[in-house]
């Protein structure tokens, strides 16, 4: 029996409202709440993010070592430039660095957050 029930992952920022909406509508989800410390959270069919304000918010800088990525999400996609065509729509950068750019493509969220569009899925998770 699992004591966990749902994973929410939390990503720093500086606008917690607009990181919140750009992964509402890239993930297909909601803004479902926001909290008295300004972290808002987005529901997107079971998954929770949170966008959390932080002072002096600084994104990482991928693939540099100046401020490490330390997190970053893998999503799933059927088409991968439709995909990112959509993302880049929504508001997110592509990375100047693409390693295997027909696996997967590595871009930005507004906040700087890396994350990665792929069809490399492993087929137990199709």
């Known amino acids: ?3 966990v029930r749902r994973v ?3 990503l720093d920022c500086a606008d917690a409202d607009a990181l ?3 992964w509402a509508r890239l993930l297909g989800g909601s803004v479902a709440f926001t909290s008295p410390s300004g972290t808002v959270g987005v529901v997107a069919d079971g998954f929770v993010l949170t966008a ?12 540099g070592p100046g401020v490490p990525k330390q997190l970053h ?19 997110a950068t592509l990375a100047p660095t693409q390693p295997d750019p027909d696996r997967w493509r ?6 700087g957050h890396p994350f990665c569009l792929t069809v490399a899925v492993p087929a ?3």
């Open 124 to 126: 137990a998770l199709r």
């Open 106 to 111: 590595v871009l930005f969220d507004p906040a």
């Open 20 to 22: 919140a909406w750009f």
């Open 8 to 10: 929410a992952v939390s």
């Open 73 to 91: 999400l893998d999503l799933a996609v059927e088409d991968l430039s439709a995909a990112q065509a959509e993302a880049l729509r929504l508001g």
């Open 1 to 3: 029996m699992s004591v």
């Open 52 to 63: 959390m304000p932080i002072a002096d918010y600084q994104p990482p800088r991928w693939p």
